[in-house]
């Protein structure tokens, strides 16, 4: 039964327009060339202008892009809703995300078409870190965090991915009919990813070179950014993975509880002179860290054994994995 959904699914053809889109919030120094780069490598260039207060929506219409509008900002994820809607509308054959900052390269849309045309790929990521990938003068710190939260996203994950944060990205019509996305801030890149895990879709990594010398490279400052995101990747990785999550600093706060405890019924053993001077601080100290240590490896073990019986009756009864 289950074998024939996924056979189904796998044979989801859509021939509408392939689509470049772009999420837009105040670009009007770059998008002018973003939209004129991307046309002739798609049948459409869709703009989701999110309240933006400058002309960049009066620009990108006038160099042939269709632009959407949202009346107040709903932030990154939340335009990215708005493009997946509309490709999934006009049975997109093929779309791509990429930032309207200047900091994609246009010309290597084909580079991430190609796999979602032959079939060989549902997502595609443009990657800067697989080989011929790159990013020019990304600051070290940067590098560092998207690593750090690639790595937190990993565990969490079998995709094993190398840039989960490249927004330039290739979906075909099986990722589009079937993913399904919340957030609406820029944790949605890594919720888009964490679906496909679930889903099971075929990921690909394409090198790209994402650029750091555009007039405006981020709206929100790294830390902002990083924080949010890597929040979202423990917290992901506490569902997906509570045994990990939980257990592993559960069984150490025991063992460290364990060892303080011994070492006070040590001291209480060799004291000698027949005076019985207890001191009550490590005694205490291990009591805790040990309560603390059960309560988080009793709380992983019935995470995980509630996740387990949740997909199990995800696939039993309704026949979804
Ligand atoms: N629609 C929309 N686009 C946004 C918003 N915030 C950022 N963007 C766009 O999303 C893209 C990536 O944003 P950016 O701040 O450059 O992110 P970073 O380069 O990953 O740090 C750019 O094209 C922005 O114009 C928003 O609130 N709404
Ligand atoms: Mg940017």
């Given at each position: ?124 990521i443009g990657s800067r870190f697989v080989e011929g990938g790159g990013a ?53 890149c890594l919720e888009i990813l964490n679906a496909c895990d679930d889903l ?122």
């Open positions: 039964m289950q074998t024939e959904v996924a056979e189904d699914v796998e044979a989801i053809v859509w021939d509408g327009p392939t689509i470049a889109a772009m999420p837009v919030f105040n670009e009007e120094e770059t998008i002018g060339s973003v939209v004129l780069s991307s046309l002739p490598h798609v049948d459409t260039v869709l703009c989701v202008d999110d309240g933006s207060s400058d002309s960049s929506s009066r620009i990108a219409r006038k160099l042939g892009a269709e632009v959407y509008h949202h009346r107040a900002n709903r932030g990154y994820g939340g335009a990215l809703k708005t493009i997946f809607r509309t490709a999934q509308e006009r049975r997109s054959q093929a779309l791509i995300i990429l930032d309207s900052d200047g900091q994609h390269e246009p010309s290597d849309i084909p580079n991430l078409l190609a796999p979602i045309l032959s079939g060989e790929a549902d997502v595609v020019e003068s990304m600051p070290a710190y940067r590098a560092l965090g998207i690593k750090v939260i690639t790595a937190a996203s990993n565990l969490s994950s079998d995709l094993n991915i190398k840039d989960t944060q490249s927004g330039f990205r290739a979906f075909g019509p099986k990722a589009l009919e079937r993913l399904n996305f919340e957030h609406d801030g820029m944790e949605s099971q879709l075929k990921v690909k990594e394409v090198p790209t070179k994402i650029r750091y010398d555009v007039p405006k490279g981020s709206r929100y400052t790294a830390l902002s950014h990083g924080f949010t995101v890597f929040s979202f990747a423990l917290i992901s990785l506490s569902q997906k993975k509570p045994l990990l999550f939980f257990g592993i600093p559960g069984i150490s706060l025991l063992a460290t509880g364990a060892a303080i405890g011994m070492r006070a019924l040590n001291e209480i053993e060799t004291i000698t002179d027949g005076t019985v001077s207890l001191s009550v601080g490590p005694g205490l100290t291990a009591a805790w860290l040990g309560m603390l240590g059960i309560s988080l490896c009793f709380a992983s073990l019935v995470l995980h054994g509630a996740r387990r019986l949740m997909r199990r009756l995800l696939v039993e009864e309704f026949g979804l994995d």
